[in-house]
Each structure stands twice: as C-alpha cells, then as structure tokens.
C-alpha cells in the first residue's frame, strides 16, 4: 500500500520514484521505443515539467507526486498504464448507499457536471474513452483521499448534485454537501450503510459466479453473462451446457453479455468459437516490446477445434457496454471482424489498436503502484476505420434485451 496522501517525502525521495517511474515505463511501453515519435515526445516533455516542479520544492506529499507521475502517463492516452496510490484506509463519503437506495444518481459535482469535471481534470488519468475513464472519476469524488488527488481542500466542504427520474419522466434534482467528517473507514462505512445493503443483498438478483446462462424460449435466445474472462473449467462446463441446452430446445440465436467485464483471458472467446460453425477465425495480432526491440506475433490466423456433436449455426449476438474493457473488448471484436455475428449497445471503452498486457511495479520510496503495458494490438480488421469497436446495433446498455429481441422474434 502506498504512504498516506498527505506524507511528505523530501525532494530527493521525490525525485528518486519519479525517475524510477519514468525509467521503466521507458523500458517497457511500446510506444517509448521510438524516441522520434510523438507519444515519445509528450511523456519525456510531461515528465520534464513535472520534474522541475518537484525541483522546486524542499518537500512534497504523496498525493502531489501521484498527480506528476500521471500527468506523464496520461499523455499516452493508454488506459491499461497509470499510476496510482493505493491506500490502506481509503474513506468513504457515507451517505453513498443512502443516495442509491433512494433512487438518485450522482451526476455532477461542486457545480460541474462529471463531463466538464473530467475536462478539467483529464490529465490526471489514463483513459482511451471518456466512458471508461467518466466512472473512474465519480469513484474519485466520494473517496477522501482521491478527493485531495482531484485538488480538493478536504479542510472547505464539497457538494454533490444528485439526480432522479419519476414514472412520468420528470427529473428531480437535489444537492448534498459534505464535510471531511462525512467520510469513514470502510469498517465503519459498511457499519453504517448495513441497512441498505442488507435490503440491497436480499434483492440482488446477480449471479454468484462469473459465468452464468439463461435460456429464454419465448424469446428464442440463450444469454450467457460474464462478468469476466476466465478460461477456467468453471466457464468451459458452463458453455458445454448451455450448448447441450441451446440443442435440446432448438434455441436459434445466442447472446453473450458482456456489459459489465473489465477484462481477463482472451482465450474465454476461443473457447466460445469452438461451438461455430466455421474452419478458422483471427484473432487480434500484437506486437511485444522486448528490449530496444518490438516483435510481432504470427498472422492471428487459428484454426477452429470444433465442438461437433453441439455446433451451433443460429444467430450470434455480443451485448457491450461503456464498461467492456480489455478481452471484454476484444470479445465483440472477434466475433464481428470475423463475420461471426453482431454487436448490440456501446462501443467498448478501450481502442482495439491499442495497448495492453501489463507489468506491475511499486515504487521504491513512495509504494505508489504503477502498470505498463508492454504490447501493442492490432485489430483484427486492419480495414475498418473505427476507432473503436462500434456496435451494429448501437443503444443505452440498459436497453440492450429490447433491442436484441426484435432481432431473435
């Protein structure tokens, strides 16, 4: 875990873990290997800036190096390498589940939007989408030392703008202001909260696991849910039966949702494809930084080892979401760059040319975490000029079931 937020270290100590940082994301990232590149140019000038400001001082706290170090990772645009303080007591604001239950959403906060927030504040974190990095940053408001790293006196109270909608579409809107006091250790947040996530665990209807399946025969679908990739027997056992089952109810279209998975093992999509009925697929090549060297990987081309006796031939649908990240991404990527069926919700929040797979450090003085990657992706579909992986039915991610049954009726 990384020193409190408000630990000083001496410049010496400062400058040592901002050169650490600086020094392996230079040995590792891809984009780093060409020092006559832009990318190049924009990490070593954000670096060179932040390191003549902490030259600048006689002391610096914790959180002011986490916010140097990102602002020269940011600029990379990367969402899978960052810097970032882990904290052994993180405090909450405790009226978070309050707020949920009563129906309200956070939607700005000190009188911006999250939107104009991010904007102003973008250069502290590694985002390839507003999407995905629009989360990140609410989670940021209602922890207290997240909210010092956003630039926050914690001393000066904060206010939140709460939002609901009635049945009959009208929005109320409310505010709620906070002080330092309002935010707990997570013993006592979940102390005080037990009433509302008590009544929130009795109507969870989530599934436990990872992995889980649903066949819906009015709607003659099957959907498997994922809320990560792990090509473990667990998943394995789970397509095996949900297959046996789409072939017993001679189910015609499979769904695979995958709205709300941050990532894992890409090898949950080859598991799926082998119950296609297709010879070959591609998967998305990449390029490894080893050294002063990038090496690329063969040409993507797999063969497909099909599963015979539960081949399925019907319609094939990925459900995404703002929130697919990593192999989640890759999984709708997959499936419509090879032709193997359709996209239903959100772009993804990561670029398929992007980067990825990653090395953890923790730097020495500090314990700020830090994670690179050290490959570069490319898309299956080298053609398509999407930036990301657009859906072929593009809706709110809460709207995606609708959407998908008027193309399986």
Known sequence: MAKPYDYELTQKQALKDFDYAYKHLSQVHPAMLDKKGENYKRVRAAYEAGRSKIEQKDVITVVELNQHLERFFSVLGDAHSYARANYAEPLYMKYLDQVKAEDYSFVGFEGLSYEELLEIKKDLFSYESELWALPDLKDYTICCQYLSYLGYDLEKPVTYTLEKTEEDGSKITKYLTVTKDDFLPLAEYLEYNKKYREKKKT?????????????????????????????????????????????????????????????????????????????????????????????????GRKTNH?????????????????????????????????????????????????????????????????????????????????????????????????VLYDHTN
């Open 306 to 402: 099909r599963v015979q006796e539960l081949l399925f031939t019907g319609n094939v649908f990925i459900l995404t979401s703002q929130k697919s990240f990593s192999s989640a991404m890759m999984f709708p990527q997959m499936i419509k760059d090879n032709g193997l069926g359709k996209v239903i919700g959100q772009a993804p929040a990561n670029n398929p040319n992007g980067y990825g797979d990653v090395v953890n450090f923790y730097l020495p003085v500090s314990n700020i975490f830090m994670q690179v990657s050290f490959k570069k992706f490319h898309r299956v579909n080298q053609n398509t000029t999407e930036k990301y992986v657009e859906p072929d039915y593009p809706c709110a991610s809460d709207d995606v079931f609708e």
């Open 203 to 299: 109507e969870s209807t989530t599934p436990a696991s990872f992995c889980s399946y649903k066949i819906d025969k009015e709607h003659d679908v099957a959907v498997l849910t994922l809320t990560s990739c792990e090509n473990n027997a667990e998943y394995k056992n789970c397509l095996r039966q949900m297959f046996t089952e789409v072939k017993q109810n001679n189910i015609g279209n499979v769904a695979v949702d995958v709205r709300k998975n941050g990532g894992g093992s890409s090898l949950v999509i080859n598991s799926f494809i082998k119950y296609l009925d297709t010879d070959y697929f591609y998967e998305p090549t990449y390029s490894s930084r080893l050294g002063p060297f990038l090496v690329k990987s063969g040409s």
